[in-house]
């Protein structure tokens, strides 16, 4: 595979208090892109963009607040390209339900956790998003949210049946799925070549 050279001075940092960091950074290095792990507010310094993975937005919201991350990352959000995937589509969104998780307000919709049922409801799909892509691509849904109350200001990519399920305002990418579970590093490019390199 040929690395576009503009990847060389890219680092991507991939959150990695709870959930599913690891895969995230495989997808960066699948297309020859650096990553590293932010668990800190000084690792926040050394990346260009930033991952928020799935996982539990609840554990998410007490880690970040406990290790004292939250502002940071909130300030970080305001000037850097983000992929929220899964729980972390419900962190980036505006608003929802569920007081124990603290949303960043970086993209206009509302959130409805755990919005398909519970983990043995969880399910793939093959969807078809040729806005960005060539081929299907394989989504795995677990315990994933739905987006409402959608502004005018985010595009819709993606869907499932009649539910968004990749959106994106400006530089905030999300997905409902988690594209960091297949081999397909499709979307992750598309983040990076459309989103990150385009927003220097
Ligand atoms: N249901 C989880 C939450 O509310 C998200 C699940 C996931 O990230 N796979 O945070």
């Known amino acids: 595979m040929q690395v576009n050279p503009e990847y060389d001075n890219l680092t991507i940092g991939v959150v990695a208090m709870q ?12 297309l020859g892109i650096k990553s590293r792990v932010i668990r800190e507010a000084a690792d926040l310094k050394l990346c260009d963009a930033l991952i928020l993975p799935g996982g539990e937005s609840t554990a998410m919201t007490l880690l970040f ?3 004292g991350l939250w502002d940071p990352l909130n300030k970080a959000l305001e000037t850097m390209p983000v992929f929220g995937t899964c729980a972390g589509a419900i962190l ?17 919709y509302k959130a409805e956790r755990n ?53 994106r305002q400006g530089r905030v990418l999300v997905s409902s799925f988690h594209p960091e579970l297949t081999e397909d590093s499709g979307i992750h490019k598309y983040f990076v070549d459309e989103i990150v390199l385009k927003s220097r």
């Not at 959930?19 to 699948?30: D, I, P, Q, V």
């Open 19 to 30: 959930g599913s960091f690891a895969k995230h950074a495989y997808s960066m290095g699948r």
């Open 65 to 67: 607040e406990n290790e």
């Open 92 to 108: 980036l969104g505006r608003q929802i339900d569920d007081e124990r998780v603290r949303c960043f307000n970086k993209i206009n």
């Open 115 to 167: 919005a398909y049922g519970r983990q043995i409801e969880s399910f793939t799909s093959s969807l078809v998003i040729p806005s960005i892509l060539d081929h299907d691509f394989h989504a795995i849904f677990i315990r994933a949210p739905k987006f409402h109350e959608i502004g005018s200001d985010v595009m819709t990519l993606g869907v499932f049946g009649k539910d968004p399920v990749l959106l």
